[in-house]
Structure formats: C-alpha cells, structure tokens
C-alpha cells in the first residue's frame, strides 16, 4: 500500500467516503489491494458497486477525472468495461478534506463487475484458459486501442501521464543506492524507448496494467476493470504487461511455451479488428525488462524486506540478479507470431 496513503488514512475518512455513495460504513467490505484502499458494498437499490479511496499525493481529483472520462468514453462504443458510479451529490469523483489544506483524499466508485476476478479462481482457469478466451482477450484489447485512437481530452487538466513518468520507472528513487547495475540496465532500456516514434496509430492512452487479476469472468463474458493506472504508451505495451503476468503465473522452464500458446491465439483475435505489425513485436522484450524492473522498484516501494516470507524474498532476489545480467525476461522471438 501507498506508504503516505496509510500514513493518512483512518477510519473517518472511509466513512465519509461510503456516506457520499449512500451506504452506511458497517456494509463495506474491504477488499485485498495493492495501492489504494478498496471496498465492496451494494447500493440501497441492491446493485454492488466498488469504492476506492486514494489520496493527492498519488491520484488528484483531476487526475482521477481523467480516467473516468477514458472509461465513460470506452464504455460508451459497448467495449465491456466496468463503468463509474456517481455519488449521492451526483459527482463521478468526490474530493475528501485531508488535515493537510494542501492535500485532499479522493474517492470514486465503479460498478461491480459480472462474475469473479479471474486469477482468483483456479477451477476457472483450468476450465476456461484455452485459445477460445485467448482470442476473446485479443479482441477485447483490440477494441480497447481502436477506441482510444479516436480519444481526445475534454480537460487539459485531466490528461493522465506518460509512461515514463510513472514513478517506479524512476527507479532510482526506490533501489537501494548500492544497486547502480541495476539502475544502468533500467536506464538503458527507458533511454532507447525513449527514441520509439509515438504517432497516433502506435501510441496512445492504454490500461497499462490489464491481466487475469483485473478481469472478472461471467458466463462466458470478460468483463475489464481498474483503470487506476491508465497512461499514454505504445498499445503494444499494453499486449506486453499481460505476457509479462501470462508468464509470471507459469513455473521457470514453462514460461516460454505458455506464453507461446497464448500470443497465438491472442493476437488471432487482435488482428480481427486492428493490426498488430511484427515489427512492434520487436519492442516486446525491452517492454517486459521494464515491467521487470517496475516491478522490483514496487517491491522497495511497498514491502519492507524484514516482513517478507521466503518464496517473496526469493523473488526480489531474482529480480535483481536478472535485471543485473541483463538476462530477458523470455526467450521468445515474438516477431514469429
């Protein structure tokens, strides 16, 4: 969790949180997250809704505002997303007095999605995680980037940042001081990013963090939620962070042809509704080494290495002795798929 979030955060502000979308406190239910505080209650009308609660330090209202404007937008072309609420006031982000006049709590609430979060339902995917959703998943992406092409913002005030500006790519903020190899190979993969072309038909706004952990699945039905971290990237990227968490849930030794299985099918689908060029295949491994290296500066950001059980511990140090000898993160040609 956000360290200045948890450090702010007490119980009056989630109760006021829940009263400004008409519900009583006592019906929340908090829900396991990772950087904001999350709870699932029903409206007075018995529809379930999610609350979340975050603080300007890391999401400002109108910050905030332009990822409900992205998801309105998305959900207005039919594109299966969970879509915002508004609040007993009639406001789609409400804006919660911190002690601090500078600094306020942000609380917003999306409709619940249909189903269960599919990475927590093992009988699911055993049934379900065949080339048939693979295809699905690529259509959906598909609709996703061919919707935000045509995007445009109705705020100058609500655009959301550029991947580089994510604060876990600054990497030196987060790695222990001693870890310069570290920080040299994440600067050289951000370095020649950087020099991408970033025209409209390859980079625009993407979820950025779309995997089975934030998809619900119902009767057959994918239905996409948390928008939280939806930034301006390559729409390949956005295909790169799932492999990366396609791989992540396989054994080391088994992650190449899982992810094989799956990029087939998956792009299948994709390339129904828009291309996918081969030759922004060729950006995949220098995308998943900088989810990589994201992921281990989330690591120092969020958990305190005294706290971890070995498997975790485990993991951090993998993750830095393969950031150090710049060993890919796959070894996959994806430019033959």
């Known amino acids: 969790?956000?360290?200045?979030?948890?450090?702010?955060?007490?119980?009056?502000i989630r109760d006021e949180a829940a009263h400004r979308y008409g519900v009583s406190p006592s019906d929340l239910t908090e829900l396991n997250a990772f950087e904001n505080f999350v709870y699932e209650a029903e409206s007075q009308d018995g529809v379930p809704f999610v609350l979340r609660i975050s603080?300007?330090?890391?999401?400002?209202?109108?910050?905030?505002?332009?990822?409900?404007?992205?998801?309105?937008?998305?959900?207005?072309?039919?594109?299966?997303?969970?879509?915002?609420?508004?609040?007993?006031?009639?406001?789609?982000?409400?804006?919660?007095?911190?002690?601090d006049p500078d600094h306020h709590f942000v609380a917003t609430a999306f409709e619940r999605a249909d189903g269960i979060v599919f990475d927590?339902?093992?009988?699911?995917?055993?049934?379900?995680?065949?080339?048939?959703?693979?295809?699905?998943?690529?259509r959906i992406f598909a609709r996703l980037h061919n919707r935000a092409q045509t995007y445009k913002l109705s705020n100058p005030r609500f655009k959301r940042q550029e991947w580089y500006e994510y604060d876990v790519v600054d990497i030196d903020r987060f790695a222990p001081p001693e870890e310069q190899l570290v920080r040299d190979r994440t600067a050289r993969i951000i370095e020649r990013l950087k020099q991408l072309p970033r025209t409209p038909e390859g980079y625009g706004?993407?979820?950025?963090?779309?995997h089975p952990h934030n998809f619900c699945f119902a009767?057959?039905?994918?239905?996409?939620?948390?928008?939280?971290?939806?930034e301006y990237a390559w729409y390949v990227k956005d295909i790169a962070?799932?492999?990366?968490?396609?791989?992540?849930g396989?054994?080391?030794?088994?992650?190449?042809?899982?992810?094989?299985?799956?990029?087939?099918?998956?792009?299948?689908?994709?390339?129904?509704?828009?291309?996918?060029?081969?030759?922004?295949?060729?950006?995949?491994?220098?995308?998943?080494?900088?989810?990589?290296?994201m992921n281990y500066a989330l690591f120092h950001q969020y958990r305190d290495p005294?706290?971890?059980?070995?498997?975790?511990l485990d993991a951090w140090h993998r993750f830095r002795r393969d950031i150090e000898a710049d060993i890919p993160v796959l070894e996959l040609d994806f430019t033959r798929f």
């Open 250 to 293: 396989e054994a080391r030794g088994q992650r190449e042809d899982a992810v094989a299985t799956f990029l087939a099918p998956f792009l299948e689908g994709y390339r129904e509704l828009r291309p996918c060029d081969r030759t922004w295949l060729e950006l995949v491994p220098d995308m998943l080494a900088l989810q990589r290296s």
């Open 306 to 312: 005294g706290l971890l059980d070995e498997p975790t």
């Open 241 to 248: 962070v799932l492999v990366f968490y396609v791989a992540r």
């Open 55 to 99: 603080h300007s330090t890391r999401r400002s209202f109108d910050y905030t505002m332009g990822e409900i404007e992205f998801v309105r937008y998305l959900g207005a072309a039919g594109i299966p997303v969970a879509q915002p609420i508004l609040s007993e006031a009639g406001q789609f982000v409400e804006r919660i007095a911190d002690t």
């Open 1 to 12: 969790m956000n360290p200045e979030l948890v450090r702010r955060f007490h119980e009056a």
């Open 219 to 230: 009767d057959g039905r994918i239905t996409v939620f948390d928008f939280d971290n939806c």
């Open 120 to 138: 927590d339902a093992p009988p699911l995917k055993e049934l379900y995680w065949k080339p048939p959703m693979f295809r699905d998943l690529g």
């Open 205 to 210: 706004l993407i979820h950025a963090d779309l």
